[in-house]
Structure formats: C-alpha cells, structure tokens
C-alpha cells in the first residue's frame, strides 16, 4: 500500500451516549470498546487509493460523537471528528455495513478521485476491526458532506437524487 494510506483508524466512541441495542452494528460488541482499531483492507484495487486530504489522516483517533443513521438489517452510520493535528477536526463519517456494499462503495468513490474535496466527499478508505468474538467489522472513512437526508434516498425524486 502506498504510504499515504493509512494502515488503520483509531475510533474512540467514549463521548457517544446512548448506544442502544436495536443497533446492526454496536460499538459496544466491537474489539477494544470504546477504543477500537480497524486496519486498512488491502484488497485488489482500494491499495492504490490515495485521496487527497489522507496525508493528514494516519495515526489521528476518530472522535464518534452521533449516531446518524441505523437499518436495523444493513447499516449502521455514524459522524465524528478526525483529530488532523493538535488544533484541526476533520468532520467525518463512518459507515458500517456488509462488505461486499462497502467495497463496491469505495470503488466508486475511487472512479471521482479526482472530485474528492470538491464536488464529493473525500473517501478515506475501507477498513476491517472485529467485535470480540472475533468476527470482521467493515467500515469506510468519508468526509462529513452537506447534511442528513429526512427520508430514505430510494423515496426521493428521480431528479432530486
């Protein structure tokens, strides 16, 4: 993997309150809670991923500080604060999911590299923790972008989406 990718994220979601047990992927089940690492998957073409805002993303924690979205059968969604250096947060997403959509996810954030920052959120890449029995946990790193939808993505207008 290039040296601008990082190897893995540290997130921290000892500020988030509440986590409830409706939730598809619960932090507190994850390995390390509420401190947990999850390393850079290096499957087939995400190795050579290298956004542009990454070079200040290796070794910084995540901060988790909301829940923003839960399917109780598919994805679990959270925003906090990457920390990029002593002064600067980086709002940013974290989104659970099977791996097989998170893959096909960061492929397509892979294809607007050269939009990253501008005109789509920054993709930080797709990366793999496990809860404590052991079983893989996928997540991908985006940059928190414009605000919440009030209704699933698949019920808006054609023209809207």
Same mark, same amino acid.
Request: hydrophobic share 35%; with cysteine.
């Given at each position: 993997?290039?040296?601008t990718?990082?190897?893995?994220?540290?997130?921290d979601f000892?500020?988030?309150?509440?986590?409830?047990?409706?939730?598809?992927?619960?932090?507190?089940?994850?390995?390390?809670?509420?401190?947990?690492?999850f390393?850079?998957?290096?499957?087939?073409?995400?190795?050579?991923i290298?956004?542009?805002?990454i070079?200040?993303?290796?070794?910084?924690? &995540?901060?988790?500080? $909301? +829940?923003?979205? *839960? =399917?109780?059968n598919?994805?679990? &969604?959270?925003?906090? $604060? +990457?920390?990029? *250096? =002593?002064?600067?947060?980086?709002?940013?997403?974290?989104?659970?999911?099977?791996?097989? =959509?998170?893959?096909?996810?960061?492929?397509?954030?892979?294809?607007?590299?050269?939009?990253?920052?501008?005109?789509v959120?920054?993709?930080?890449?797709?990366?793999?923790?496990?809860d404590?029995?052991?079983?893989?946990?996928?997540?991908?790193?985006?940059?928190?972008?414009?605000?919440?939808?009030?209704?699933?993505?698949?019920?808006?207008?054609?023209?809207?989406?």
């Amino acid at each position: 993997m290039p040296d601008t990718i990082p190897r893995a994220i540290l997130c921290d979601f000892s500020k988030l309150e509440n986590i409830g047990s409706e939730l598809r992927y619960r932090p507190i089940s994850f390995e390390g809670y509420p401190t947990c690492t999850f390393e850079a998957n290096n499957r087939g073409h995400l190795a050579d991923i290298t956004p542009s805002q990454i070079s200040n993303f290796p070794n910084h924690p &995540i901060y988790i500080t $909301n +829940l923003l979205h *839960n =399917d109780e059968n598919h994805s679990t &969604i959270f925003e906090g $604060n +990457l920390m990029a *250096n =002593d002064r600067e947060e980086v709002p940013v997403i974290v989104k659970f999911a099977p791996e097989e =959509d998170l893959v096909s996810e960061a492929a397509v954030y892979e294809e607007f590299l050269p939009l990253q920052g501008r005109l789509v959120p920054s993709f930080f890449g797709l990366y793999i923790g496990r809860d404590t029995e052991r079983v893989k946990i996928h997540c991908i790193v985006l940059q928190r972008w414009g605000s919440s939808l009030q209704q699933r993505f698949e019920s808006l207008k054609v023209s809207e989406q």
